[in-house]
């Protein structure tokens, strides 16, 4: 697929990925329903993460240049923004990496007793998010206002929709099931641990997009961004996909892999 496209053609690229995802994460469900078979689920979640990570987020920009003489340029202070910004996800991709070190090494091949159903409804809600915070930036991009506000409102929505989900469904059915955050208790031990520290980290970072959709939506209806000066917005953009394919890995680490427990 082209770098460069027209609104049309970026809108198509958007839905043909979701759609990837959506297959993809219907083929992760029923592995882990039907299979033991651990291999598949992390290829599935490697290509899940490609995909969100090279059309989503746009990783190919970092290989834009500009010439020395437009070192002032807004292109120029985009790229070197655009640089740190994905130095900072690679850092903060360590906290999310270390916490599934704890869960492989604390709960092997187990997993806790969590609503299957729940985890499946709360995983697409995300990925839907993103698909519409990817039209919300390619209608910016292409100078369409209107859209971009649509559809970043519908990704704040869906966002909140998710951490609700998490946070106050999951987490009180899950501490009714006797799933607790202490290593001494008997009946959870590492599990609740591990549970509520990947999950409760995703849902910071989750709260924090919310914050920066909800700053870039008011800019927006300011009317502070063109087709031309959109950084924040890509910005916001690249953030919220990251939260998403950290999700990507912790959904089936959490609901899908391993024995059940509980």
């Known amino acids: 697929m082209a770098h460069t496209l027209d609104k049309l053609s970026e809108m198509r690229q958007g839905i043909l990925i979701f759609v990837y995802l959506a297959v993809l994460t219907?083929?992760?469900?029923?592995?882990?329903?039907?299979?033991?078979?651990?291999?598949?689920?992390?290829?599935?979640?490697?290509?899940?993460?490609?995909?969100?990570?090279?059309?989503?987020?746009?990783?190919?920009?970092?290989?834009?240049?500009?010439?020395?003489?437009?070192?002032?340029?807004y292109e120029y202070k985009t790229l070197t923004n655009r640089i740190g910004l994905w130095l900072f996800l690679l850092?903060?991709?360590?906290?999310?990496?270390?916490?599934?070190?704890?869960?492989?090494?604390?709960?092997?091949?187990?997993?806790?007793?969590?609503?299957?159903?729940?985890?499946?409804?709360?995983?697409?809600?995300?990925?839907?998010?993103?698909?519409?915070?990817?039209r919300g930036e390619t209608a910016m991009a292409h100078g369409d206002r209107q859209g971009f506000l649509?559809?970043?409102?519908?990704?704040?929505?869906l966002g909140l929709a998710f951490l609700l989900g998490v946070v106050g469904v999951e987490w009180p059915s899950a501490a009714r099931e006797g799933l607790v955050?202490?290593?001494?208790?008997?009946?959870?031990?590492?599990?609740?641990?591990?549970?509520?520290?990947?999950?409760?980290?995703?849902?910071?970072?989750?709260?924090?997009g919310l914050i920066f959709l909800g700053v870039i939506w008011m800019n927006g209806r300011k009317g502070l961004y063109t087709a031309e000066k959109h950084w924040a917005v890509e910005a916001a953009a690249v953030y919220w996909h990251f939260v998403d394919v950290v999700w990507i890995f912790f959904y089936p680490a959490l609901y899908l892999i391993g024995k059940l427990v509980g």
């Open 91 to 134: 850092s903060d991709s360590f906290v999310f990496g270390g916490l599934m070190v704890a869960r492989i090494n604390l709960l092997a091949l187990t997993r806790p007793a969590l609503n299957q159903y729940l985890g499946l409804g709360v995983t697409v809600v995300l990925l839907v998010s993103s698909f519409f915070m990817n």
């Open 26 to 73: 219907a083929l992760e469900f029923f592995v882990a329903v039907q299979f033991v078979a651990v291999a598949i689920l992390i290829v599935v979640a490697l290509v899940k993460a490609a995909l969100v990570g090279y059309y989503y987020m746009h990783i190919y920009k970092l290989n834009e240049s500009q010439p020395d003489e437009h070192r002032e340029s």
């Open 181 to 208: 955050a202490s290593f001494g208790n008997p009946t959870s031990g590492p599990m609740g641990a591990v549970f509520y520290m990947m999950t409760g980290m995703h849902a910071f970072h989750v709260l924090t």
């Open 150 to 157: 649509r559809n970043t409102l519908v990704t704040f929505g």
